[in-house]
């Protein structure tokens, strides 16, 4: 049987620990994810993610539903990827790597897929990656969330704090630079 | 090239521009902006080079976390034993550590009517002027280095004391969140296990399929080369018999 999240937070607070783990398994990806989009460092984003589990774990109690679990999360989340921007006082920056590890390549492919397309693949992978880091936190996070997370405007409206027309405000110019910076790249 | 107008009447067209986008808009707006967009081609243009944007995002990925010997602790940090030393405890450690250096570099320190001087064991003295003030001097300000080894001693005594005592207060209300911290750890291991197995079928697939493409190159060129040492061979024979036939009609003519 499939538990909903707000099921498994029933029990956990209850003190159901197994239920807990369960949430954990669940939501890692996504969490891991959107720390990772966000500030752009793989290690910093497994720590990010980390805590944000220990401290919804430690918040549990305190959960009384009025969101749902995953939107508790994802602020919990956020909020620990602003302080990580704030700690380290530097924008968030994607830093791919110089280098092409090829290993890495060859690990990542799919079965049915030419290393040319690969290569391909990762290289337009890398210009979002890129161009993403070039926008400013706040269009960065409502883009995060909207095209990878699903959430609707009211969703991120509620989220980050702020009236809906300036979510949508924010993906306009968000989506403006990236159409602008990702031209750019084709040209090369 | 002159800029394409938007005759949107509203004011907020970039708003609704986006919302009609991602296909989070209430029908009536709809309505209004899709007969707006049969005649503005500027807002046509707009969604369509966004719907293209999109479709490239979704080729990010987040990279697969690598697999790690022991989790970070970054930002779970536990306090280290010695910020929980007290500040005294930690100038007396410094200066501890500086009075083992000075002696064992054999430091001079005086003070006298040249002023004050500093000079190690293997220096000598500038005069020996005034030595009776100087020794008596020396004599009330040298520690010797059983006098620091005893120190050093107390120290460390009293700082493992300090830890000793700071640490259950530290270790309590950390250990309610240990076990979950354990279980999280575990969780991350796990799947870091479940990736590391993956990689490695994967890595085996193409060491597989490096070997056979490896063995079907080298296959070709054997038969590319076979087809050259034949065409090689049949040119040399050729030149042979030309060279033979040469050769017999120059000997018939002699």
Not at chain 1, 25 to 44: F, N
Not at chain 2, 36 to 41: I, V
Not at chain 2, 159 to 181: G, K, M
Request: with cysteine.
């Amino acid at each position: 049987m499939t538990w909903t999240d707000e099921e498994l937070v029933a029990k956990s607070i209850r003190g159901d620990a197994d239920s807990f783990n369960e949430l954990v398994l669940r939501w890692e990806r996504p969490i891991y994810a959107l720390a990772y989009r966000t500030i752009g460092r793989e290690e910093d984003a497994r720590d990010v993610c980390q805590e944000t589990f220990l401290r919804a774990f430690r918040a549990l109690p305190g959960f009384r539903g009025q969101a749902k679990f995953s939107s508790w999360l994802y602020r919990i989340a956020l909020n620990l990827c602003r302080d990580w921007a704030r700690r380290e006082r530097r924008a968030p920056v994607v830093q791919p790597p110089e280098d092409i590890d090829l290993l890495e390549l060859a690990a990542a492919r799919e079965p049915s897929e030419s290393i040319e397309d690969l290569v391909a693949r990762k290289d337009l992978s890398r210009a979002v990656e890129r161009a993403m880091a070039l926008l400013p936190e706040e269009q960065r996070t409502a883009i995060v969330l909207k095209e990878y997370h699903g959430l609707t405007f009211q969703e991120i409206a509620d989220l980050i704090g702020c009236p809906l027309s300036t979510v949508k405000t924010r993906l306009y110019q968000g989506l403006t630079v990236l159409r602008r910076e990702l031209a750019k790249t084709e040209k090369l | 090239m002159t800029e394409k107008l938007c005759t949107y009447h509203r004011s907020d067209r970039d708003v609704t521009l986006i919302a009609y986008v991602y296909d989070d808009i209430d029908a009536s707006t709809r309505v209004e902006f899709e007969a707006h967009l049969a005649a503005c081609e500027r807002c046509r243009d707009d969604i369509e080079s966004f719907r293209d944007v999109r479709a490239t995002l979704s080729h990010w990925y987040p990279p697969e976390p690598k697999p790690r010997s022991a989790p970070r602790q970054a930002v779970l940090r536990h306090p280290q034993w010695w910020r929980q030393m007290p500040v005294w405890a930690q100038v007396a450690a410094a200066m501890l550590v500086l009075g083992v250096s000075a002696g064992l570099a054999n430091l001079d320190i005086r003070h006298d009517a040249n002023g004050f001087t500093v000079r190690t064991g293997w220096s000598k003295p500038a005069a020996v002027a005034g030595s009776q003030n100087t020794t008596a001097m020396k004599d009330s300000s040298t520690v010797s280095r059983d006098e620091l080894l005893a120190l050093e001693q107390r120290l460390r005594a009293e700082v493992r004391q300090s830890h000793a005592s700071t640490t259950p207060a530290v270790a309590r209300p950390a250990s309610a969140d240990a076990e979950l911290l354990r279980k999280v750890r575990s969780l991350v291991e796990e799947s870091e296990r479940r990736e590391q197995r993956e990689l490695a079928l994967r890595m085996a697939q193409v060491i597989t399929d490096l070997n056979a493409q490896r063995l079907a190159d080298l296959r070709k060129i054997d038969v590319s080369l076979r087809g050259v040492q034949n065409n090689l061979g049949v040119e040399v024979l050729k030149q042979q018999q030309s060279l033979n036939y040469l050769a017999t009609r120059v000997s018939q003519r002699q």
